[in-house]
Each structure stands twice: as structure tokens, then as C-alpha cells.
């Protein structure tokens, strides 16, 4: 069946715009994750979406990122006024309860 | 906190060789453990998992790995590695919280094969 899909798979923008990164995934999963994979910082956890539960946000480096999960299945992680730290792979894996993770390809942000 | 070390950031091996990729994590209760495989530009693809019962866990692609409790271990390790197993490869530990696995990777170690 059809795997994690992510959305775009590269994104160039200018420090200062808001951009929007598009996760689907496998159906039935209750949970989603995101992840931020960068050269100094390896792989970091950002936030979580589990059925119908709060998310958990713990891992969101600052109020400009945000993400939200709509219906139960497909999310969407917004960075608003982008900066050059930004700039990494933001990796999304979904999960059926208590389960391993199943991640996508990824997409790579870069800001210029 | 939880947190996963792995101590070798690169290791080189000649195809058909024996390989053991490290992994260490710290962690209060019983670990859900994890490795994972990512080829470059890719996704990260799941080669094995550790919840509970035998501690020798199989994976895909002729991979295995060991729970060790009393030495907070669970290394990689495949008995003749081929040239399409070059990639970098991660450890992690989940938190299962209502449901959902909390995942805490290591930093990741690359795998060069010559040929």
C-alpha cells in the first residue's frame, strides 16, 4: 500500500516569508509525527498528533512553528518569517497505536 | 531524560565483512528500541524493533540486533554486509505516550563499504 507522502520534496525561500510543509499519511494511522533532520543537530523530535488527544508540541523550537492535523489524517507544519537556522529536512512518520513509526521522504528546506 | 549515544560516527568495512554498529541509550524503565536506515536522500526505512521478550531481534536485510539491559546496549549487527548497505544508520528509544511513540534518536553512524 501506499506509503508516507510528503509535500513539497524541495522548498527555497527567503529568510522572513512563511512556508508550509504537507504530510500524508498511510491510512489508518492514529498517529503523526514530525522531525527535523539538520547537519548539527541530527534528528529532532518536533510534535506529535495522536487520534484525538492534544498534541504534543514539546519539541517545537519557537512560536513560529506551528502544525496542525486535519480530520485525522493529513497535517501541515507552518514555519512563519523563516530563517537561515531553519533550513533542514522535515521528516514525517505516522504510526498505528503504540507501534513503530513509518516515516516519508522528507522535505528539504532551504532559506536563503 | 532518555538519550541514545553512538559512539562511532563513521566506520568503514569491506563487502563481506562482519559489521556491529554501537548503540547506548539511557533510559529509567524498559526501552522501546529502534533502528533505522537511511540511504542518502532518503527517508528513514526500519530495520528492527525491540518491545519486549527475546532480546535478539531480527530485521530485514539480514540484520539483527541484541538487547543487552545489563550494558544499556542494543547494537547493529550483520554477519556479511553487502555494497548496498552502505548508509547512514540510527539508533533511537521510544516513550510510548497515550499511544504514540516519542522517538529520541542517536546522532547517526555512516557506513562505507569497499569494495
Known sequence: GAG????PSNKVTEKGKDVELRCDPISGHTALYWYRQSLGQGLEFLIYFQGNSAPDKSGL????FSAERTGG????LTIQRTQQEDSAVYLCA?????TEQYFG???RLTVT | AQ???QPDIHITVSEG????LRCNYSYGATPYLFWYVQSPGQGLQLLLKYFSGDTLVQGIKGFEAEFKRSQSSFNLRKPSVHWSDAA???????????GAQKLVFGQGTRLTINP
Request: hydrophobic share 30%; proline share 5%.
Open chain 1, 4 to 7: 508516507v507522502s510528503q509535500s
Open chain 1, 61 to 64: 523550537p519557537s512560536d513560529r
Open chain 1, 73 to 76: 489524517s493529513v497535517s501541515t
Open chain 1, 94 to 98: 505516522s504510526s498505528l497505536t503504540g
Open chain 1, 105 to 107: 521522504p522528507g522535505t
Open chain 2, 3 to 5: 538519550s541514545v549515544t
Open chain 2, 17 to 20: 565483512a562482519s559489521l556491529e
Open chain 2, 88 to 98: 547512514e544508520y540510527f539508533c533511537a528509544v521510544g516513550t510510548l505516550i497515550q
